[in-house]
């Protein structure tokens, strides 16, 4: 088993920064992808950004600019810089990470429990 801890949200006025911290622990071989993706109250949940294993970035044009995502290999952690946030970035912010775990090299993907960010003044 693998698990996601997520940490970093809380309450910010708009323009300000906040740095999101995603740990992976557990049985893990290897992280392929990770990501960060929000859900805001009625709306779906959806993609804020993602790393691969190469590094390679991908980004929601709703964030680019503001945000960057990166990825500490040898903790198994992926991070989230937020920055010039928005009221409407409001949302709890979802970690997951495309895993292959150690003695089964099975692949599956992991979600993390979730932390709120609050952007209000």
């Known amino acids: 088993q693998v698990q996601l801890v997520e940490s970093g949200g809380g309450l910010v006025q708009p323009g300000g920064s906040l740095r999101l911290s995603c740990a992976a622990s557990g049985s893990i071989f290897s992280i392929n992808r990770m990501g960060w993706y929000r859900q805001a109250p009625g709306k779906e949940r959806e993609l804020v950004a993602t790393?691969?294993?190469?590094?390679?970035?991908n980004y929601a044009d709703s964030v680019k600019g503001r945000f960057t995502i990166s990825r500490d290999n040898v903790k198994n952690t992926a991070y989230l810089q937020m920055s010039s946030l928005k009221p409407e970035d409001t949302a709890v912010y979802y970690c997951?990470?495309?895993?292959?775990?150690?003695?089964?090299?099975?692949?599956?993907?992991?979600w993390g429990q979730g932390t709120q960010v609050t952007v209000s003044s």
């Open positions: 790393i691969a294993g190469s590094d390679s970035t």
């Open positions: 997951n990470a495309h895993v292959v775990e150690g003695i089964s090299y099975r692949s599956r993907i992991y």
